[in-house]
């Protein structure tokens, strides 16, 4: 790698193909697997992490919104790609691209029915969401016949998928919630056949569903954080490798006496002689103030610096009194020596909030490989 002379996410595509493996290997070789790459990859690059899936041989790609499986298309991405939270006017956009809807309430259905039959369909692929616990989306396990009733006799869709999701699943304190979602999701996997017919492709499990529940695995699994190298669970770091590390450099040192301030409101009042350096990044590029304050570390030289007053739009500021360091040294947020979990902890936040918040104007640069 060259050096940093700037704020860079650094993207390991090795680190990806590792965790792709490892979760791999958690389940059955006839499971498929389908990676979710929604919020441009966790906050990466969705195209670049896709590509590479695609040479791994995943089965399918999973995002949330509609435009962003366009996305994937437009970057050359032929796989299945799951919607999972599709809106109505995205539907004939779903069809334009070849897209497959996750169908979650009788609206949904309804509509998507409708435009499918307008543009001409037959056997236009979709999955059917249920709700089994979580309460965010999908259908009742009542609405089953509220969805043959829909579907009638038409040709136009064809049900390919049904789907729930787990709601603690990292949480084994949970287990006896998680287990009965799962026997919820079996009875409405055996009512949905009785009255759809058979369905291909039955997934429930998450990153964590794969780990802690792999007997539940049924045709296929879900994983987002997994193959970004979180497991959620202390036990499961050790085997995963993160794949983005936030790197930035040293823009300038100042040395302040006693009673000095530094930054907006003079937030930070150096109580001795201080070293502080200033780096180029803030809370446009997905730092938040909730980090200033003394509350958050970043390293330097393989050693701690906290942040210190309030973080700015574009810079932020640190104490490095006790570190042997020089303007234009490097400087990581998140990667080796300190994991996006830990650095989220800091503002009592979790890694997904921090990985999917970094700006797109940061640079994001590839380790070992280039993705094409």
Known sequence: MPDIHETVLEIDLGALEHNYRYLRSRIRPATKFMAVVKASGYGSDAVAIARKLVSLGVDALAVA???????????????????????????????????EPSLYSPRILKGFHEIA?????????????????????????????????????????????????????EDLDER??????????????????????????????????ILNYP??????????????????????????????????????LHRIEPGETVGYNRAFRAEGYKTTATLPLGHADGIGRHYGQGKAFVIVKGKRAPIIGNVCMDMLMIDVTEIDCKEGDEVILFGKGQSADEFASYAGTISYELLTGI??????????????
């Not at 699994?221 to 590390?245: A, Q, T």
């Not at 700006?359 to 094409?372: A, E, L, T």
């Open 65 to 99: 919104y509609a435009s962003e499986g366009v996305a994937l298309r437009k970057g050359g991405i032929t796989l299945p790609i799951l919607v999972l939270h599709p809106q109505e006017g995205n539907f004939e956009e779903i069809i334009t691209h070849n897209l």
């Open 117 to 169: 039959r307008r543009e001409g369909q037959k056997g236009y692929p979709v999955h059917l969401k249920f709700n089994t616990g979580l309460n965010r989306l999908g259908f009742w396990e009542n609405d089953v016949r509220f969805i043959r009733e829909e579907m009638g006799e038409s040709e136009v869709l064809s049900v390919k998928g049904i789907l729930s999701h787990l709601g603690a699943s």
């Open 176 to 209: 006896d919630f998680t287990e009965r979602q799962i026997a919820m999701f079996r009875r409405i996997v055996q009512e949905a056949e009785k009255a759809l017919g058979p369905i291909p492709i039955k997934h429930l499990l998450n990153t964590s569903g």
């Open 215 to 252: 007997e539940a695995q049924w045709d296929m699994v879900r994983s987002g954080i997994g193959i970004y190298g979180y497991g959620n669970d202390p036990r499961f770091d050790p085997e995963l490798k993160p794949v983005v590390s936030l790197k930035t450099v040293i823009s300038q």
């Open 359 to 372: 700006s797109p104007r940061v640079k994001r640069i590839y380790k070992d490989r280039n993705p094409g």
